[in-house]
């Protein structure tokens, strides 16, 4: 049977592979390196939830057509990570890592470590998106997008959600 320790660490294992081989697979693709802050809710037993800020790291390739044309890759993959804040009854931290695939929604699974509350000491996190485009300068190679989305948590007692917004700049690192 598989805990969520070791679901948590396969998911480590997974994240790291796709950090150390990310700039090799995205060779002759699109690289691009994605920042940005992000607010929300989470579920942590407290009546409404608490208010969860985060800063987010993504790591991503878009591949072409073979004609060039379209531009928009399907699929494209991606590597995050970051760290959470939950402003609740206790102060909880958690930095995490997510792999996943954009195909018109962001779909990604990870693990989490949580450190203060009673949420338990490490997560398994399932993430659906929704990138929205706000602002894209193509010939530089930047944009900023609006991305809200839900995030689905599993510890060794139980589940919790958060819902929210992250806001992005992207830039691309290379093509």
């Known amino acids: 049977m598989i805990t969520v320790h070791r679901a948590a660490l396969v998911a480590a ?46 790591m991503g ?7 060039g044309i379209i531009s928009l890759g399907l ?17 909880i931290l958690m930095p995490y890592g997510e792999v996943g695939v954009w195909f018109i929604l962001a779909f990604g699974a990870g693990c989490s470590r949580i450190f203060g509350g009673n949420l338990g000491d490490y997560a398994v996190n399932l993430f659906l998106g929704m990138p929205v485009p706000l602002k894209a300068w193509e010939r530089e190679g930047h944009f900023i997008m609006a991305e809200p989305y839900y995030r689905y948590y599993r510890t060794v007692d139980g589940g919790f959600r958060e819902f929210g917004v992250l806001v992005k700049y992207g830039n691309r690192l290379f093509d």
């Open 13 to 58: 294992v997974i994240l790291v592979h796709a950090l150390v081989s990310a700039p090799a697979a995205a060779a002759g693709d699109e690289f691009w390196l994605v920042l940005g802050p992000g607010a929300g809710r989470i579920e942590d037993g407290s009546p409404g939830g608490s208010p969860v800020y985060s800063v987010d790291i993504t």
């Open 61 to 67: 390739n878009e591949a072409t057509s073979s004609n």
């Open 75 to 91: 699929p494209q993959f991606w590597v995050s990570g970051g760290v959470r804040a939950v402003d609740g009854d206790e102060d």
